[in-house]
């Protein structure tokens, strides 16, 4: 028989698949990025590659740890503008590309051309109608300019619209809460240094005319005794405060009010201190008297003002300054024991570990469509193994980058929902692999950076939407290392495993239902035995997951089992594999019966691994995320596959029993 039809098939199917690749890429990835033109910045001049690099390692108290400057600008940026880029255009018509460190720094040090830049995006303009601001489309980005006219407005309908739970406000009031909170928040950083860059106004000090003089805010903290000798005195005599001293003491609270949140990075004398100090907390703990040993903080402030003022002026004394200023601030840090992994951590973003290995799976998807088209033949040949290597390649980045993370964090893996995206991702991956490497197919090969790539898109696209440092430290009930090493990291590879058995099935059902398999018994038994292996190692790895689970429970909650939706979730798992497991040794359900149930096997794990916290109950909910709309796409395109696959397995059937007519 004439082998066309297959190779015709074949190609139909890569094509299709290929298809339907871009579809799901551009829906999670380029539909989220808002649409709109290349913004202008008069004057702009980008930041040297050397100041970045100064910078990025400045260490910052956020979270609950310490972390690089450019790990707190990364997720700041991404929070306000959905990106860790952006892209603008200076006088002359240049473009530049803007990343965290450089977009913080202008922030900081540059506002006048910072509010020109696109930081905020928003998804609904609806929002900026409501406050009076021109919109320039459904979903945009708008700078901190465009947005300032409807200012008062804006905190008028936040205000009104926080009274309403969370829960029931509709889409326009989140989107008015969430803006009037992201411009407050841009606003402490634009005038975070406005005590270094401006001073204090010495009311009535200017000579013939001129100017009133200014003085430092560092200063005026140097003479804070006196400053509150005299007001004691004048108290005293039940006198009031003259009126100069009154407007100098306003500016000061103005300018600590101005630098109190955003930036924390001041490490503490006191070593019993774990809260670092802002700007505005040093300043107002000194002229309060509150600080016993106010020296320290006062040349904290005056380096500062340095740093800030050196801005203004070139580039190459800033960056003296500024590394003045953070030598002596990572000093005081890694004398508290602070300061470990900052270096290490600046270089993990820097490298962009994951985009990296997104790049390989993608390229091993494409080869892996090309070498299923084409067959068992020399391209077919050469193709799987540029499949392997990419797909070897993008694994590698993956488990350099999990290692890093274990390493800056110092716990295992798996802690909350980011890690388990890019755990589960790893390993399915190497769990297919491994498949590979006992059946030589070149399906389980194939597959491994499709699943690949789906998994770093959703890791990407949950980060996006949850814009919080995955590395801060966990909720106390999981800071534990060995129950995070033992029961997490098993019940996590029990979703990997599970997940590849019902994925092996899928190709089981596209193949045969489409008839790309050209009746070969052998590549059908290898994908049963394959499917059934990953089945038992899901039963056994969720099992003693699940009871690890219980132990921990019962020493973190005193109860073995309590019923709650992520224990459910568990239990579900076992119990439906081991139905699965149960009918096939028992003659109930046979070669199609086995992949059918096991691709309902991907919801019961996606049910447990993410859905349930969704629920809004029970211990194990940590966090709860955006996206309900994805798990329902994916639940539909399940049900799909089953259908399919139910009406193949009849029509197989019936042509087996169908006596053929004779021609």
Same mark, same amino acid.
């Given at each position: 028989m004439s082998d066309t039809p297959l190779r015709a098939g074949r190609w139909i199917a890569a094509v299709l698949a290929m298809a339907?690749?871009?579809? %799901?890429?551009?829906?999670? %990835?380029?539909?989220?990025?808002p649409k709109g033109e290349v913004r202008k910045v008069q004057d702009y001049e980008p930041w040297?590659?050397?100041?970045?690099?100064?910078?990025?390692?400045?260490?910052?108290? !956020?979270?609950?740890?310490?972390?690089?400057?450019?790990?707190?600008?990364?997720?700041?940026?991404?929070?306000?503008?959905?990106a860790r880029s952006m892209q603008i255009e200076d006088s002359d018509g240049n473009e530049h590309k803007i990343k965290p460190t450089a977009w913080l720094l202008d922030v900081l040090f540059r506002p006048q051309l910072a509010i020109h830049q696109p930081t905020f995006r928003i998804d609904n303009s609806a929002a900026?109608?409501?406050?009076?601001?021109?919109?320039?489309?459904?979903?945009?980005?708008?700078?901190?300019? !465009?947005?300032?006219?409807?200012?008062?407005?804006?905190?008028?309908?936040?205000?009104?619209?926080?009274?309403?739970?969370?829960?029931?406000?509709?889409?326009?009031?989140?989107?008015?809460? !969430?803006?009037?909170?992201?411009?407050?928040?841009?606003?402490?950083?634009?005038?975070?240094?406005?005590?270094?860059?401006?001073?204090?106004?010495?009311?009535?000090?200017?000579?013939?005319?001129?100017?009133?003089?200014?003085?430092?805010?560092?200063?005026?903290?140097?003479?804070?005794?006196?400053?509150?000798?005299?007001?004691?005195?004048?108290?005293?005599?039940?006198?009031?405060?003259?009126?100069?001293?009154?407007?100098?003491?306003?500016?000061?609270?103005?300018?600590?009010?101005?630098?109190?949140?955003?930036?924390?990075?001041?490490?503490?004398?006191?070593?019993?201190?774990k809260t670092w100090k802002s700007a505005g907390n040093a300043i107002m703990d000194v002229m309060s008297g509150a600080d016993k040993e106010p020296q320290t903080a006062i040349d904290d402030i005056t380096s500062l003002e340095t740093t800030a003022r050196a801005g203004a002026v070139d580039e190459k004394e800033f960056r003296e300054q500024f590394i003045i200023m953070r030598d002596r601030l990572a000093k005081r840090a890694a004398e508290r024991g602070e300061h470990r992994g900052i270096a290490l951590e600046a270089e993990y973003y820097r490298k962009n570990w994951f985009l990296y290995a997104l790049v390989f799976f993608l390229i091993?998807?494409?080869?892996?469509?090309?070498?299923?088209?084409?067959?068992?033949?020399?391209?077919?040949?050469?193709?799987?193994?540029?499949?392997?290597?990419?797909?070897?390649?993008?694994?590698?980045?993956? =488990?350099?980058?999990?290692?890093?993370?274990?390493?800056?964090?110092?716990?295992?893996?798996? /802690?909350?929902?980011?890690?388990?995206? =890019?755990?589960?991702?790893?390993? %399915?991956?190497?769990?297919?692999?491994?498949?590979?490497w006992l059946t030589r197919r070149r399906f389980?090969? /194939?597959?491994?950076?499709?699943?690949?790539?789906?998994?770093?898109?959703?890791?990407?696209?949950?980060?996006?939407?949850?814009?919080? !440092?995955?590395?801060?430290p966990l909720v106390a009930v999981l800071d534990s290392n060995f129950w995070l090493t033992t029961h997490v990291i098993t019940i996590t590879l029990g979703y990997s495993a599970g997940f590849l058995s019902a994925f092996l099935s899928v190709g089981f059902v596209l193949l045969c239902g489409l008839g790309l398999d050209h009746c070969d018994k052998d590549l059908r038994r290898a994908l049963t035995r394959a499917v059934y292996g990953m089945l038992c190692l899901t039963l056994f790895l969720?099992?003693?997951?699940?009871?690890?689970?219980?132990?921990?429970?019962?020493?973190?909650?005193?109860?073995?089992?309590?019923?709650?939706?992520?224990?459910?979730?568990?239990?579900?798992?076992?119990?439906?594999?081991?139905?699965?497991?149960?009918?096939?040794?028992?003659?109930?359900?046979?070669e199609w019966g086995l992949h059918l149930a096991s691709i309902f096997t991907a919801i019961v794990v996606t049910f447990s691994w993410w859905h349930v916290n969704f629920l809004g109950v029970g211990l194990h909910n940590y966090g709860f995320t955006a996206g309900k709309n994805t798990i329902?796409?994916?639940?539909?395109?399940?049900?799909?596959?089953?259908?399919?696959?139910?009406?193949?397995m009849a029509v197989e059937k019936e042509r087996r029993i169908t006596p053929k007519m004779p021609e």
């Open positions: 339907g690749l871009a579809f %799901v890429f551009h829906n999670l %990835v380029m539909d989220n990025m040297s590659k050397e100041m970045l690099k100064v910078v990025e390692t400045l260490p910052v108290q !956020d979270g609950g740890r310490i972390k690089p400057f450019s790990t707190y600008a990364g997720f700041t940026m991404l929070g306000l503008h959905g900026l109608e409501a406050i009076g601001v021109p919109i320039r489309g459904k979903r945009d980005r708008y700078s901190y300019a !465009d947005i300032s006219p409807g200012r008062q407005k804006l905190g008028e309908l936040a205000q009104t619209y926080q009274a309403i739970d969370s829960k029931k406000r509709d889409p326009l009031q989140t989107q008015v809460v !969430d803006l009037a909170s992201n411009f407050r928040s841009y606003e402490s950083l634009l005038g975070w240094f406005s005590f270094a860059r401006s001073g204090v106004i010495l009311r009535g000090s200017g000579e013939n005319g001129g100017p009133d003089k200014r003085a430092d805010v560092s200063a005026l903290m140097a003479t804070s005794p006196q400053i509150r000798k005299q007001i004691d005195e004048t108290h005293g005599h039940g006198r009031s405060i003259e009126p100069h001293l009154q407007d100098l003491l306003q500016q000061v609270l103005d300018a600590a009010n101005l630098a109190k949140f955003g930036l924390f990075i001041l490490p503490p004398v006191n070593p019993s201190e091993g998807t494409l080869t892996a469509f090309g070498m299923w088209a084409f067959g068992n033949n020399r391209i077919g040949g050469v193709l799987s193994w540029i499949t392997l290597a990419t797909t070897v390649a993008g694994l590698a980045y993956c =488990i350099i980058a999990i290692t890093k993370r274990c390493i800056i964090m110092q716990r295992p893996p798996v /802690g909350n929902l980011y890690d388990t995206i =890019i755990f589960i991702g790893s390993s %399915v991956v190497l769990l297919a692999l491994i498949v590979e389980a090969l /194939g597959l491994a950076p499709i699943l690949g790539t789906a998994l770093i898109v959703l890791a990407r696209r949950y980060e996006l939407g949850d814009a919080n !440092d995955h590395m801060d969720s099992l003693v997951g699940t009871v690890l689970g219980g132990i921990w429970a019962n020493y973190s909650w005193g109860r073995f089992w309590g019923w709650d939706p992520k224990e459910n979730g568990a239990l579900l798992i076992v119990l439906w594999t081991l139905a699965i497991l149960h009918a096939r040794l028992g003659g109930h359900i046979r329902w796409a994916f639940y539909a395109c399940m049900a799909v596959l089953l259908l399919f696959g139910a009406i193949a």
